[in-house]
């Protein structure tokens, strides 16, 4: 009787749920990896401040450099934060220039977007730096442009381009009855890029700037290569005055823990992001 309906689910094509787990934790990869990625950051400088010395020396010197490195990181988040809000709105002109019918607004767009996305920043920076001014004079007034500024325009320029990408692949991203439904209701081209068409892409242009903004935060260390005293420049001055070569890679180690705690939360945001909006 037993045996009879044991296979009753089978016979009649009835298939049983498996039997849930009552015990025991989730395994979750995004937090596992989270975890490993901030402990082997934090065992990278561990580890390098205890192979470079027996003594807690080094530890002692990394702690009285760390305002001066700090200051150096705050000037890298404010060229970032220049860069991509500026960049941002030059972007989403430049992106939706290249959709523009008129051919000598699309032309000339698609141009730029392409050159300035596929040269080096390192390249635009130098170009900045040397070409901008050091002094401008206006209304009789003279005003200094410092590097840091210089060099946040040659930040600018670059995310102006890789943004106008975002912009106009979102923009293409919009089904079609979206622009024909706009265009019967009388809707010009530009009216319907801002009231209709652009509101959607919100959500799908959202996660990209967040990683292009990691990737500029990232990049901003060039700038100390054009004498910007960002917290690269500051890190060779502390090694400069404690003449100390064992702390050459702890220091250095310290510093790229920095750059990853700020930077992987927004990969992480960015992460999740993608997954919500994702067009299914």
């Known amino acids: 009787m037993s045996e009879n309906r044991m296979n009753l689910g089978p016979q009649v094509g009835i298939t049983l749920p498996e039997p849930k787990p009552t015990a025991g934790l989730a395994f979750n990869p995004e937090l596992t990896g989270t975890l490993l990625a901030i402990l082997a950051v934090a065992g990278i ?3 390098l401040t205890l192979l470079s010395g027996t003594d807690t020396g080094l530890l002692d010197k990394l702690l009285k450099w760390t305002p001066f490195i700090a200051k150096g990181f705050a000037l890298n988040v404010a060229i ?3 860069a991509i809000v500026f960049g941002t709105i030059g972007g989403i002109f430049l992106g939706m220039g290249q959709l ?9 767009s698609k141009v730029l977007t392409q050159i300035f996305r596929n040269a080096p920043w390192l390249v635009l920076l130098f170009y900045c730096i ?3 001014p050091f002094q401008v004079r ?3 007034e003279t005003y200094t442009i410092s590097n840091w500024l210089r060099a946040s325009i040659g930040f600018t320029i670059p995310i102006i381009a890789n943004f106008s990408e975002i912009v106009r692949g979102a923009l293409q991203s919009i089904p079609s009855g ?3 439904a706009a265009r019967s209701l009388g809707y010009t081209w530009r009216q319907t890029v801002l009231s209709v068409v ?3 892409c919100v959500k799908r242009m959202l996660p990209p700037w967040m990683n292009l903004y990691a990737v500029l935060l990232m990049a901003t260390p060039l700038a100390s290569i054009v004498g910007v005293e960002d917290s690269m420049t500051n890190a060779r001055t502390a090694l400069q005055a404690e003449s100390d070569g064992r702390l050459l890679l702890p220091l250095y180690a310290y510093l790229l823990s920095w750059f990853f705690i700020y930077c992987y939360p927004i990969a992480r945001i960015s992460k999740s ?5 994702a067009v299914r």
């Open 130 to 132: 040397f070409l901008i």
């Open 80 to 82: 970032s934060l220049f």
């Open 178 to 180: 979206q622009w024909e």
């Open 45 to 47: 400088v561990l580890v």
């Open 273 to 277: 992001l993608e997954d919500r909006f």
């Open 100 to 108: 523009a019918p008129p051919r000598w607004i699309s032309i000339p």
């Open 138 to 140: 206006i209304g009789g």
């Open 198 to 200: 652009l509101p959607q």
